[in-house]
């Protein structure tokens, strides 16, 4: 994103807060405080504008005139800018094709794991709400036999152990929903960070 100064630059000139006794700056595209890149055809800083692989905004000078007196004068395509400019964007490509790669293989074990049913962290908590179930399910079948028979006291006590497991089941209950909102939710930032 263009700052609103570089916006002003661009539009006023860069010494448009002189007054017009004052002497003008004259920079030249060979000056250290001008961007190389955009002397090129393009800052990458431009680039990635709102997105993860945003490199923020250049500090440098960007300046059409600056970039037309480069391509006038002698020394065009031969300070070896360009090389360093094929550099910097083979290496910027590089570095998005990596995450590219990496949000694909993601996005794959992610899909492995639902359609085999794999025994991710959320399918170790389902094995263990199904084991949970099941004892509880016993138990309270233990619990309407001692009923019957009368012993009151131990059903009330095989009762709080219900109690509990049902607690502990809730607990994993919430915290299998929890961790697939959070893959969810990581599996989406991958995908809005890749490109197109």
């Known amino acids: 994103m263009i700052s609103a100064a570089q916006l002003l630059d661009e539009l006023m000139g ?25 002397l090129c055809g393009f800052c990458p800083a431009e680039l990635f504008t709102n997105t993860r692989s945003d490199l923020g905004p250049c500090e440098k000078i960007h300046d059409e005139n600056l970039r037309k ?29 990596r995450r590219i790669r990496r949000g694909h ?34 138990l309270l079948q233990q619990i309407e036999e001692l009923g019957s028979e009368g012993k009151v006291e131990e059903a009330q006590g095989m009762m709080k152990l219900v109690e509990q497991l049902k607690e502990e089941r809730e607990l994993l209950r919430s915290t ?5 909102v959070i893959q969810r939710l990581q599996l989406s930032d991958e995908i809005s960070t890749l490109p197109g």
């Open 105 to 138: 293989a993601r996005l794959a074990l992610s899909q492995n794991q639902q359609s085999s049913g794999a025994a991710g962290p959320t399918g170790k908590n389902e094995e263990k709400i199904q084991v949970l179930t099941d004892k509880i399910d016993v």
């Open 14 to 38: 860069r010494d448009r807060n002189l007054a017009p006794d004052e002497k003008r700056s004259n920079v030249r595209w060979d000056h250290e405080s001008v961007c190389k890149y955009y």
């Open 69 to 97: 007196q480069y391509e006038k004068s002698s020394r065009f395509m031969k300070v070896g800018y360009e090389r360093d400019f094929l550099r910097y964007l083979q290496s910027l490509l590089a570095e998005v094709e």
């Open 176 to 180: 299998t929903s929890v961790m697939w």
